[in-house]
């Protein structure tokens, strides 16, 4: 019986007996693998012999003598020509055309790793704007950093957060001209904040006369004091008892269906670090903390799973997250390769020429990359 087995393209065939003779009498057309990238070469076993084909010896010395770069196009198409095998001659080119774009696929993702990324604002739609406004500075202590009407599209933008947009995460509130509520959904949790006294931040709210849902307590199975309050709209807000950080606006947490399929995508797709996960199944839940740097010095998104549920209702309120990158372009042929559905083609939008692109993770959820360089001239 004549079998193929597989072989690396690394191991030295001299001093195996070479059969021609068998070689010349097998029907079998032999595919050929472009061996510069470490393909396995086949070896073709009839008895207790094993030979490499000719066609396969010749590439072998070839590769060995030539660089990598010249086994592609038409010098890798001359490299395998055989008079009279087409069916060779073909199959080596696609090889090498698959090659060449598993090599592209791999640098692309390996970018992502070094491209500057950072959370730079969370997007959700308000009924009341003015009222939202003085409810974030009055009670969480935000200032607000800019406002835009954009009345031919009928909305208007307030950003708010604890600095600078250029060095800080922000949330950027969105009033749709009049659009007076919203429908939170199930899917999005809550939004993070650190202070210094969680106690004394709820007094404060309640003096105000914000919604306290959650007193001030030692979070379940921890030590870290916590406490829930809800905005104007219903939006959940986590407090977290921290010392002094530069990012106090400092989770955003949405449910997931599949946790290792999201941290997977994230890593990949995003650029982000797993950098903690923590099971709970007294409560039947687990979370992930991804982001691109230590939780108590940068904002982070908080992916939580409760066992058995796959889908959520996301609503109409929660948004996007938006985060910067170098290259709207690579990011979004990374997201494609990782599975994400690129709802924005990358490119500049209308009137402020800011690039952007758009994707879905595997949950639906929206992420809009936005150009650095372009967002530093936007706040100019």
Known sequence: MLRVLPMASTVVASS????????????????????SLGAALPVVRFGASSFFPASHRRALHLASARPHSQLFGIEGHRLFRKKGDSSVEACA????????????????????????????HVVYRVGDLEKTIKFYTECLGMKLLRKRDIPEERYTNAFLGYGPEDSHFVV?????????KYDIGTGFGHFGIAVEDVSK????????????????????????????????????????????????????????????????????????????????????????????????????LELTYNYGVKEYDKGNGYAQIA??????????????????????????????????????????????????????????
């Not at 195996?16 to 061996?35: E, G, I, Q, T």
């Not at 080119?93 to 730079?120: C, F, H, I, P, Y």
């Not at 290792?260 to 923590?278: H, P, T």
């Not at 690579?330 to 690039?355: D, F, H, Q, V, Y």
């Open 201 to 300: 931040t709820v007094d404060l709210i309640k003096a105000k006369g914000g919604k306290v849902t959650r007193e001030p307590g030692p979070v379940k199975g921890g030590n870290t004091v916590i406490a829930f309050i809800e905005d104007p709209d219903g939006y959940k807000f986590e407090l977290l008892e921290r010392g002094p950080t530069p990012e106090p606006l400092c989770q955003v947490m949405l449910r997931v269906g599949d946790l290792d399929r999201s941290v997977d995508f994230y890593e990949k797709a995003f650029g982000m670090e797993l950098l903690r996960k923590r099971d709970n199944p007294d409560y039947k839940y687990t979370i992930a903390m991804m982001g691109y740097g230590p939780e108590d010095k940068n904002a982070v």
């Open 16 to 35: 195996s007996p070479l059969h021609l003779a068998a070689a010349a009498s097998s029907s079998r057309a032999l595919c050929l693998s472009p061996v």
């Open 323 to 380: 985060i910067g990158t170098d290259d709207v372009y690579k990011t979004a042929e990374a997201i494609r390769l990782c599975g994400g559905k690129i709802t924005r083609e990358p490119g500049p939008l209308p009137g402020i020429n800011t690039k952007i692109t758009a994707c879905l993770d595997p949950d639906g959820w929206k992420t809009v990359f936005v150009d650095n360089v372009d967002f530093t001239k936007e706040l100019e």
């Open 93 to 120: 080119v696609r090889n090498m055309a698959q090659a060449s774009t598993a090599v592209s696929q791999a640098g692309t993702l390996e970018w992502v790793k070094q491209d500057k990324r950072r959370l730079l």
């Open 172 to 180: 950027e509130l969105t009033y749709n001209y009049g659009v007076d």
